[in-house]
């Protein structure tokens, strides 16, 4: 496996892990509310832009590893 791969791997790794840890703080302290509408859709703005994110750079390293 490439050096870039696993340099993706352990940043979308370790930054995933803290960003659970961040999601699960910010629901128990009720920073995210689930009962209204908007609560939910700030939750899945953040897990899409993570996603996206991640995406987006795997693309870029697939590419240039072409």
Do not use: D
């Amino acid at each position: 496996m490439p050096e870039q791969w696993l340099c993706f791997i352990y940043q979308y790794g370790l930054g995933g892990l803290f960003f659970l840890f961040t999601i699960l703080v910010a629901i128990r302290h009720q920073t995210l509310n689930f009962r209204t509408y908007n609560g939910k859709i700030v939750l899945w703005l953040i897990i899409f832009g993570f996603v996206f994110s991640m995406s987006v750079h795997a693309l870029w390293i697939y590419l240039v590893m072409r």
